[in-house]
Structures are given as C-alpha cells and as structure tokens.
T-cell receptor
Framework: QKEVEQNSGPLSVPEGAIASLNCTYS??????FFWYRQYSGKSPELIMS????GDKEDGRFTAQLNKASQYVSLLIRDSQPSDSATYLC???????????????FGQGTILTVHP | GAVVSQHPSRVICKSGTSVKIECRSL??????MFWYRQFPKQSLMLMAT?????????EQGVEKDKFLINHASLTLSTLTVTSAHPEDSSFYIC?????????????FGPGTRLTVL
C-alpha cells in the first residue's frame, strides 16, 4: 500500500461544476495535510493546508479531513479552465512513530476543466 | 509572505561541468530546506533535506558526492551538481519550511530546468 494515494485520474469536469479530489494516507500519526497545484512545467504551489478534522474553506476551495478514516479531500467549486492542473496531496512524514518535516506526496491527479 | 526564489531558472551546460543552483527564502527564515527533482510526467522525488549549519540528509539512492548541498544561512541553500551528465538533465525544485511554524508546510521555489548536453 502506498503511503499517500490519490484517486486515479485524469479527472475531467465541465466549467462551473464541482471537482472532487480524494486522498488517503497510511500513517495515523500524520498531523499536517496539504494540497498543492502544479501547472505543467511549473513548480507546485500550496493552495490549502488542513490540520484538524472537518472542513476548511478558502474561496472556491474546500479541504476536508477525516483522521479516523485517514482521508483528506479537496473540493473546487465553480471550476474554471484555469484550474486545469495536476493536484498533489501531501502529508507530513512520519519517522519512528512521530511526525517530522518531510512531506510524502501522492502521485497527483490531473484535472481538466473544459469550457 | 512565504516566497522562495531559485536561481538560475534555466541552465544549459556541457557534460562534465558543475552547476550551482541557489534557493532563497525571501521573507521568512527557513530552518529546513528540501531539494527535489522531477522528470517529465512524473511526481516529485525528494533528493535531500538540509538544515542550516548542518550536513544534508540524502534520500536513498542519491549520491551525496554528486549533489552537494550547502545550507549556509537561514535564507540560503545551494545545490551543486558536480560533473553533470545528460542523465542529470531534469527539473530541480527547492522548498523551504518556516522556522516559526509547527505544521511543516513547504513553500516551493519556481524550479531550475537543467539541460546537460
């Protein structure tokens, strides 16, 4: 089992729809969870971070965390063509049973928003 | 805040030469910096973790003598690719963690695209 696993893509949604991106992680000790967006040929950009169970909203983005289920998701409302990118789920690393600074990334989900 | 710069953004060099890439945190102190490489259509691969004033910790399979990392201050880390060869051609990206945060979020630089001829 991979440490961080994202739903397989690519994901294609029409403009204006809700895009739902999912991620599961294997280590219960993980405490920090991040979503990065990476455009083709560019470096990742941090768009959401979440540390507590529940929802966190920032503009059109909502991150959801369920530590009991070891599940984190990202919802993008009113999707725009400019949202088309690869979305990376990242979880802070675990070593010796405790969390530390290294991030473990999922393989990424390619999102395409078509007009 | 949390801006990370990298220089150069693109470099083309001849096989056998060494290339130095700089990574700077512009508006915060970075206790830890990370170096990644990314091949086309693949995910990020962590190469090493560096802490200011101490030796870098390299991931398994990364040659420390080939990829020299120096974290000279809380705002600067450098990666030197020594005796570069065409197989070292890749997209190198640094990231930095804020020293004043316990959540370990990483902020990425814009990346350096290295082409070795």
């Amino acid at each position: 089992q991979k440490e961080v696993e994202q739903n397989s893509g690519p994901l294609s949604v029409p403009e204006g729809a809700i895009a739902s991106l999912n991620c599961t992680y294997s280590d219960r000790v993980s405490q920090s969870f991040f979503w990065y967006r990476q455009y083709s040929g560019k470096s990742p950009e941090l768009i959401m971070s979440i540390y507590s169970n529940g929802d966190k909203e920032d503009g059109r983005f909502t991150a959801q965390l369920n530590k009991a289920s070891q599940y984190v998701s990202l919802l993008i409302r009113d999707s725009q063509p400019s949202d088309s990118a690869t979305y990376l789920c990242a979880v802070n690393g675990v070593r010796g049973g405790t969390s530390y600074g290294k991030l473990t990334f999922g393989q990424g989900t390619i999102l395409t928003v078509h007009p | 805040g949390a801006v990370v710069s990298q220089h150069p953004s693109r470099v083309i060099c001849k096989s056998g030469t060494s290339v130095k890439i700089e990574c700077r945190s512009l508006d915060f102190q970075a206790t830890t910096m990370f170096w990644y490489r990314q091949f086309p259509k693949q995910s990020l691969m962590l190469m090493a973790t560096s802490n200011e004033g101490s030796k870098a910790t390299y991931e398994q399979g990364v040659e420390k003598d080939k990829f020299l990392i120096n974290h000279a201050s809380l705002t600067l880390s450098t990666l030197t690719v020594t005796s570069a060869h065409p197989e070292d051609s890749s997209f190198y990206i640094c990231s930095a963690s804020r020293g004043d945060s316990s959540y370990n979020e990483q902020f990425f630089g814009p990346g350096t695209r290295l082409t070795v001829l």
